[in-house]
């Protein structure tokens, strides 16, 4: 499996921007969907997941800004940032979590301007 995130850039804070997460290969096993950041000099944290059942979970941080969401047949995943803050700058990367492992992404930097 191999993951494509695009959409990332710089916005000004206020703004919006739409990732998107394309995968290839099957999405057979899947369990869930999600977006992470990483930030510089932070940790990797979870910024929102949906399971294949279509249940979400969001950091705090973002809840009733971004909303995830997925295309299941084109095996896409969005996430959709409004609202956006300096504090939300970082490298963006999707995941996908199989039953056996995760496959990731290639980061998508998003720069907020204040």
């Known amino acids: 499996v191999q993951l494509q995130a695009s959409g990332g850039g710089l916005v000004q804070a206020g703004g919006s921007l739409r990732l998107s997460c394309a995968a290839s290969?099957?999405?057979?096993?899947?369990?869930?969907r999600g977006w992470y950041r990483q930030a510089p000099g932070n940790e990797r944290e979870l910024v929102a997941r949906i399971t294949s059942g279509g249940d979400t979970q969001y950091a705090e941080s973002v809840k009733g800004r971004f909303t995830i969401s997925r295309d299941s047949a084109k095996n896409i995943v969005y996430l959709q940032m409004n609202s956006l803050r300096p504090e939300d700058t970082a490298v963006y990367y999707c995941n996908h979590r199989y039953v056996v492992r995760d496959f990731w992404g290639q980061g998508t930097l998003v720069t907020v301007s204040s």
């Open positions: 290969g099957s999405a057979f096993g899947i369990r869930s």
